[in-house]
């Protein structure tokens, strides 16, 4: 397992501004962006303020249309199969009320869905009279494949996934999942948000109809910037709930047509300076090599979740076997204020609430959790000086 060296890490930092200033350990909450995905952005702004907004829209289209060739490049599928969003919110929501529901279908979810996914599944229910079930945790808290596999019947429209939660390492086996709905016509949507930049993707291994990702998190680009991947199947078996002069053509008083790409999920006023900064962060990343970023992370993380274990009263949230980059724990003292101490000490951490995952949260016992999520450019240095801190501040508190 190769992971990056300490000069190449020294390198990705050198090139990252913010690591000057504070111990970054929110990158699931949005991490600090590379130096180039920063002046992208500056460059297109500043463009804007020297000869207007349309017209610096026209003048860099080439480099705007980039986002969709790299994004595609990177999840190995057409351009044509990419919609820029402005939040992983916004393509996920696109895509489950795209699908063609009826009463007395069911939906097939996780126990750790993100609470707005689960929202929708409500809302739908209430809407429509769709029933939401929940596929039952491995002793890792990851989707067990068993369960999942009783569950599927004829009533199934939709099995709709969390890759990788907001507030856990756990990775769920979306591939797997994607190979047991082979020959079905069931829809398949991934919530790639908290995986996109940190776990390798394939949206042709994976076999699902949407992804959907944000920009802000582990993929390191701006905020309010995001993607959804539709698949071939989702063009033409699903319809977009709402359209606009952008993802449809008004052709006559009665009749419109609606883009036959992913440009229908799309709408017509976007972040601009965030598209060219988005195709920068994928850029960088796919030239750090996702591979060597997974493992570095994973490696990160594991010295962190060593240290939390061994620490009194500390109790680590995730429950083993495979693990990505957010390391949440119950700290046994209150996590608001130990997260505002850790700030005082430049180390950027988040409380991930109860609410965020209602269900896997209230099942295992948890009320809100510390986040410390890693990524590639932290250093074991930094870890270990968190760790210090923490147990210094703990034990402050009780
Ligand atoms: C699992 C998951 N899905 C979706 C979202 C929403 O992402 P965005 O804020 O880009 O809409 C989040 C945000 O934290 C998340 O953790």
Known sequence: MSIFSKEEIARFRDETKGTQYVIHLNNAGAALSPDPVVRAQMDYLEREAEIGGYEVNREKKEELDRLYMIAASWLNCNSGNIAYTDSATTGWLRAIYAIPFQSGDSILTSEIEYATNYLSYLH????????????????????DLNHLEDQLDEST?????????????????????????????????????????????????????????????????????????????????????????????????????????????EQWEQNLSGKTGLAQAIDYYLNAGSKTVFNTLVHHAKLLRNQLQQMEGVSVYDAGGEQGGIVTFDPNVDPVQLKEQLSQHAFNVSVSPLSSTLLDMKRRGYKDLIRASVHYYNTEEEILRFAEILEELIRNQR
């Open 124 to 143: 739908l229910s209430r809407q429509i009279g769709v029933q939401i079930r929940t596929i039952h945790s491995d002793q890792y808290g990851r989707v």
């Open 157 to 265: 429209r939709l099995v709709a996934i969390t890759h990788v939660p907001t507030n856990s390492g756990i990775i769920n086996p979306v591939e797997e999942i994607g190979n047991m709905l082979k020959g079905r016509d069931t829809w398949y949507l991934i919530d790639a948000c908290q995986s996109a930049g940190q776990v390798p993707l394939d949206v042709q291994k994976l076999n699902c109809d949407f992804l959907s990702v944000t920009g802000r998190k582990y993929l390191r680009g701006p905020r309010s910037s995001g993607l959804l991947y539709a698949s071939d199947r989702a063009l033409s078996e699903s319809t977009p709930l709402t359209i606009d002069l952008h993802s449809a053509e008004w052709t006559d008083a009665e009749d419109y047509e609606i883009h036959s790409d992913a440009q229908r999920f």
